[in-house]
């Protein structure tokens, strides 16, 4: 039952004492464990016999230890802070080459999500910050996003937040946006033409998991009449190939987790 005082439950408490007792002591009996940790026997058998059975912990010759259960939690969390840092490292390396304004978000609560951003030498006055929601159809990485959620979640994302205008260049027609979210999915990548701010070009690709669900988005913002078409095509092709990579060695931690 949660303590009113101090909002923790006391049962997972008790679990969370035991596994911190069995990285100090493991292999350890259950006399043993009890003992140390000031609680019945009965207590502890209870709670590791649900944690054997969960396969968190591992009984051998009437001894208890940690299971490598552990280690694949562990290792899910490592990922996830690699896959950032490569993230965040990419968008720093393409604003270094091309000189714009390189960036990746994300999608949270219908909204997209800044998560790194960095400036090239060419790019001029962008203050938009580290965490700065917007509309997802406003931009190209929001679009690019929204354009392979699946399609309920698109529905509800749409339903909620509706199209409101950022510029006269804003597809405020659910039917313009959804012809334009089929375009991005089969071109494997989707443009801002001014939709967000005026004189703002922008160009973004999704980065999909290994499950083929999108992450993450990686794009290219900067000046409309530096952005011409042909410019753009060569940012794109930096972004496919950047793209390329982090996909490939997110699955490569995949299945060497999976085979080591």
């Known amino acids: 039952m949660a303590s009113q005082d101090t909002k923790t439950i006391g049962a997972v408490e008790t679990t969370l004492d035991i596994l911190t007792a069995l990285g100090k002591f493991e292999p350890v009996g259950l006399s043993e464990l009890a003992t140390h940790l000031d609680i019945p026997t009965s207590t502890v058998f209870i709670h590791l016999n649900t944690l054997v059975e969960r396969d968190y912990v591992v009984k051998e010759s009437g001894r208890y230890r940690r299971s490598f259960r552990f280690l694949e939690l ?85 339903d909620r937040h509706g199209l409101p205008k950022g510029t006269d260049e804003t597809l405020t027609s659910r039917d313009e946006l959804e012809a334009a979210l089929e375009r991005i999915r089969e071109q494997g990548y989707a443009i801002d033409d001014e939709e967000h701010l005026r004189g703002v070009r922008g160009v973004a690709v999704p980065i999909f998991d290994e499950e083929q669900e999108v992450m993450v988005s ?43």
């Open 218 to 260: 990686l794009g290219i913002t900067g000046p409309r009449d530096r952005f011409t078409s042909n410019y753009m095509a060569n940012l794109l092709q930096k972004l496919q190939y950047t793209k390329n990579e982090i996909e490939v060695r997110n699955q490569y931690y995949e299945y060497s987790t999976i085979d080591g």
């Open 74 to 158: 562990g290792g899910s969390v490592r990922h996830r802070l690699d896959v950032g840092r490569l993230l965040r490292n990419k968008v720093e390396e393409l604003s270094r080459e091309t000189g714009e304004i390189a960036g990746a978000g994300i999608e949270e609560n219908g909204h997209r999500v800044i998560l790194y951003r960095s400036s090239g030498e060419k790019a001029a006055g962008d203050e938009i910050p580290i965490g700065n929601h917007t509309e997802m159809h406003w931009t190209s990485l929001g679009k690019v996003i929204l354009a392979n959620l699946p399609a309920e979640r698109r529905d509800e994302i749409v």
